[in-house]
């Protein structure tokens, strides 16, 4: 079990920003690939972003993140953030991290989830 604690969320307005956390265990953000996924309500939970575990950090994201979102992380704290800009009503939703299966993957690794963050984008 990774036992990943999401943090950070909170109702913020359309085009404001927000940045929000998960942590995990040393192992786990050494081992992975780490990612961001979300799900807002009455819809399929959907990948964000993602990030190498090296120091060169490559990332990935999802269209609908690209030129808003930075997925970063802290291994020395075990902390992976996403920073998230230009918020849309769209982009409320409950926000969850997992290790993935690859860089360039869209499936998360582990089938058990932690409780997630809410984001909430309302005027």
């Known amino acids: 079990q990774a036992n990943f604690v999401e943090s950070g969320g909170g109702v913020v307005q359309p085009g404001g920003s927000l940045t929000i956390s998960c942590t995990a265990s040393?192992?786990?953000?050494?081992?992975?690939?780490l990612g961001w996924f979300r799900q807002a309500p009455g819809k399929e939970q959907e990948f964000v972003a993602s990030i190498y575990w090296s120091t060169s950090s490559s990332t990935y994201y999802a269209d609908s993140a690209k030129g808003r979102f930075t997925i970063s992380r802290d291994n020395s704290v075990n902390t992976l953030y996403l920073q998230m800009n230009s918020l849309k009503v769209e982009d409320s939703g409950v926000y969850y991290c997992n290790a993935m299966r690859g860089l360039g993957s869209r499936d998360p690794f582990f089938s058990s989830w932690g409780q997630g963050t809410q984001v909430t984008v309302s005027s």
């Open positions: 040393e192992q786990t953000f050494r081992q992975y690939v």
